[in-house]
């Protein structure tokens, strides 16, 4: 089966760097993607990267990949109050389609 | 536009009910998503829609019936649910089954009572 795990708090101040782990079980995942989730909202795709890369940069968003210890990180930098939602990582297998396998969910707390 | 619009954003249905739940996206993609998403849980993925026809049923029981009369719109039937089905409802749309990115909509949060 596909296990993906998330720690479940962070809190971190305005201002910090904010680091949000995952690890997945699924060496086949050609994808893997990271989701934030206000209260009571939808889910809103923040980024993602490619199995074959080992890290991605998105303005405020850094994604690190290690395929070999199956672990993805997110790391946000200069945290604002706005940025606090559970996040959820997501992989991909390779049967097609946007069959996503979802973390845990990490609750991110960004207090003032 | 990336918009998924789901309706209606809250429902209440008794176990006896027939109630369906809309989702509409005009951004011309050919695959669509029902995902169920308990309190507290992360999204599980129910049912997958190319081209219109019913790709991946996740053993979802029957009283869920999806349908997929366009290409811009997937409805989700509900008979006879049970309380424990009360959770949030997320459809998501993208471009094919290859494509890189869904997008998913604003959920419809159903409780059944």
């Known amino acids: 089966g596909e296990d993906v795990e998330q720690s479940l708090f962070l809190s971190v101040r305005e201002g910090d760097s904010s680091v949000i782990n995952c690890t997945y079980t699924d060496s086949s995942s050609t994808y893997l993607y990271w989701y934030k989730q206000e209260p009571g909202a939808g889910l809103q795709l923040l980024t993602y990267i490619f199995s074959n890369m080992d890290m991605k940069q998105d303005q405020r968003l850094t994604v690190l990949l290690n395929k070999k210890d199956k672990h993805l990180s997110l790391r946000i930098a200069d945290t604002q109050t706005g940025d606090s939602a559970i996040y959820f990582c997501a992989e991909r297998g390779n049967t097609g389609f946007q069959k996503l396998v979802f973390g845990t969910g990490t609750r991110l707390l960004v207090s003032p | 536009d990336t918009e998924v619009t789901q309706t209606p954003k809250h429902l209440v249905m008794g176990m006896t009910n027939k109630k369906s739940l809309k989702c509409e996206q005009h951004?011309?993609?050919?695959?669509m998503y029902w995902y169920k998403q308990k309190a507290k849980k992360p999204p599980e993925l129910m049912f997958v829609?190319?081209?219109?026809?019913?790709?991946i049923n996740e053993s979802v029981p029957s009283r869920f019936s999806p349908e997929c009369p366009n290409s811009s719109l997937l409805n989700l039937h509900l008979h006879a649910l049970q309380p424990e089905d009360s959770a949030l409802y997320l459809c998501?749309?993208?471009?094919?089954?290859?494509?890189?990115?869904?997008?998913f909509g604003q959920g419809t949060r159903l409780t059944v009572v």
């Open positions: 829609y190319s081209y219109e026809k019913l790709s």
């Open positions: 998501a749309s993208s471009q094919d089954g290859m494509n890189t990115e869904a997008f």
């Open positions: 951004m011309g993609h050919r695959a």
